[in-house]
RNA sequence: GUGGCUAUAGCUCAAUGGCAGAGCGUCUCGUUGUGGCCGAGAAGGCUGUGGGUUCGAGCCCCAUUAGCCACCCCA
């Protein structure tokens, strides 16, 4: 083609083609009008943000999937998700607004992750942010709309999942474990889902993780202590673990001290020896952690109709002693759901979800396309009620989700429902002699004005090409100008599918292909 | 991040280590102002990129980039 060579195309970025684009407009027109419907206003906030934005609260995985670079001086990031940067712009203009606040947004994220079927590095979220409303009927008011959507853009076969973290946050609460152990465990619980092996994955990964933590045979209580500390050591060990919380920590540092050490390093020694205290107790959270386990493995069998689980899930909170509060709130989000008229057999409660994200703090919902596509997960969300604080605004509670577009477009495809809008001209404007350009100019532009599509013949080519032309683009009408036509003050009128021709005046023909293509 | 498969014309693919090709698509022509078929012709390639082996590499070896698939995670 050229001396050069070719440029490629980034991984995991795709160019949108017209039949496809099309398609994704017409979604998302639909979805946002869908969401203006119950009050939801559009705010397009920047592609470009502070890395600092997500750092502490996206979670581990997305934060290591960002596109976060150093730009003069700035740490800037493509934005990973969209409900940090709503959530930002929210504060930034329009907290005094009244609450509850409803907005809505369609936008691209980027993630640098391995691209594959479903899954880009630039893809579009499509989705809702409720903030300052806490409680099953704003959460139930999200879910509600996540399903109308679908059905609204035609999408039949889905599966809504719901969960709620609060079960686990508050049983890890309850027993007092530790805090980087148990986000690892939130973060993991998914694991326990799968049949199976996911057990005895988590538990490799623990002991990977935490070495101080060994494997024991007794599946009930999966790790012991790490017997290889019984040396001298364990004598100050003991002595420490007796010992409460500051006189433990004056005692080390006391200890450190006599023996000339500082601690000069760049972190607060204050920081260093209560990692040190945490790892000397760790064993202490052995049995804690092996409840936590069992906890987790319990949960996560319950999955399947929400009556069932529900009833399963008091059964467990009594055998834990836990407080019913997450239960309830799940009942009421129910009955709010069947209030809104919810398909009963697309509901499935799946206690043992937990979401990649981490500032999920209660109830969370995935929909999911059971049709034969390679969508997999159409969109998820859910409460969030520290976020907003953690960014720096006042303690809001707040729930939300998004879909992936591209995904819906894989499902919609697939249930063969894709409504594509289509750009292809419905009339060729051939002038057929330089005499004609000037009247072909303003009868095309006479066509436009009548809110049709219209093409005119610029190349120097036969009428029998431009025919041609016609013909392979699939362009149902053609409006032929020469010198017959002119003298009469008439256009050549030709219908291309049943090669039929008039001559009539342009009102006329405007009229014809009007009736024609608007039906 | 781990593992497997692949890369030749715009697209789909050929070519024993020895002249880089076909079909489709694009453009032109088949004589006056009429398209789908048919016929003739043209354009289009440093064989993804960079090294190596060889008298000689599209082919063998190494690296790299990109694509597909399975895990993992997500939207």
């Known amino acids: 083609m050229s001396t050069f060579h070719k440029i490629q195309r980034v991984k995991g970025v795709s160019d949108v083609l017209s039949r496809e684009y099309g398609a994704r407009q017409h979604i998302e027109q639909q979805l946002l009008s869908h969401f203006y419907q119950y009050g939801y206003a559009p705010l397009a906030s920047p592609i470009l943000e502070h890395s600092e934005l997500y750092l502490r609260k996206s979670g581990e995985d997305i934060i290591a999937r960002m596109y976060d670079f150093q730009y003069r001086n700035r ?68 879910m509600h709309l996540a399903c109308t959507g679908l059905d609204r853009i035609g999408i039949q076969q889905y599966q809504l999942v719901m969960g709620h973290i609060g079960i686990l946050t508050e049983f890890l609460n309850h027993i007092g474990l530790e805090g980087q152990l148990r ?55 003991d002595l420490l673990k007796h010992m409460d919380e500051s006189e433990a920590r004056q005692a080390v540092i006391d200890f450190l001290f006599s023996l000339n050490i500082t601690l000069d ?181 006479q066509l436009r004005d009548q809110a049709l599509r219209v093409e005119m013949t610029i190349r120097e080519r036969s009428l029998k090409s431009s025919l041609q032309y016609a013909d392979r683009r699939g362009i149902p009408y053609v409006l032929i100008l020469g010198s017959q036509e002119r003298a009469a003050d008439q256009v050549r009128l030709r219908e291309m599918g049943t090669r039929t021709e008039s001559l009539c005046d342009l009102t006329t023909a405007i009229r014809h292909i009007k009736e024609a293509v608007n039906v």
């Open 75 to 142: 740490r800037l990031c493509l934005r990973p998700e969209m409900t940090a940067s709503i959530i930002r712009a929210y504060l930034d203009q329009l907290y005094d607004e009244p609450m509850p606040t409803r907005l809505c947004y369609a936008g691209s994220v980027f993630r640098y992750e391995k691209p594959q079927r479903a899954r880009y590095r630039q893809f579009t979220q499509v989705g809702v942010e409720l903030i300052g409303a806490s409680g099953a009927l704003a959460e139930g008011e999200i």
């Open 183 to 237: 986000s690892f465990l939130i973060f993991n619980m998914e694991l326990l889902r799968k049949q199976g092996q996911g057990l005895s994955e988590l538990l490799d990964r623990i002991h990977t993780i935490y070495p101080m933590f060994q494997r024991s045979s007794d599946d009930s209580a999966p790790f012991t202590e790490n017997t290889l500390n019984e040396n001298r050591s364990q004598k100050l060990i």
């Open 265 to 445: 390093s760049n972190r607060d020694e204050n920081e260093i020896v209560d990692r040190l205290l945490s790892k000397i107790r760790r064993d202490e959270q052995i049995p804690r952690l092996n409840k936590a386990i069992q906890f987790m493995h319990d949960l996560s069998q319950l999955n399947g109709t929400a009556e069932t689980v529900l009833r399963e899930a008091e059964r467990l909170a009594e055998a834990y002693e836990l407080s019913r509060a997450p239960l309830e709130q799940i009942a009421q989000l129910i009955q709010v759901l069947r209030a809104y008229g919810l398909d009963q057999t697309k509901l499935t409660l799946d206690l043992g979800l937990s979401r990649g994200l981490q500032y999920y703090t209660g109830a969370m919902f995935e929909i999911y396309h059971t049709g034969k596509s390679e969508a997999g997960q159409l969109c998820g969300g859910g409460r969030y009620d520290d976020l907003i604080h953690t960014l720096g605004g006042p303690k809001t509670p707040a729930t939300g989700f998004a879909y992936g577009l591209e995904r819906l477009y894989l499902a919609l495809e697939a249930e063969q429902h894709l409504k594509t809008a289509d750009f292809i001209p419905q009339v060729l404007v051939i002038p057929l002699e330089g005499e004609e350009l000037s009247d072909s100019i303003r009868i095309a532009q």
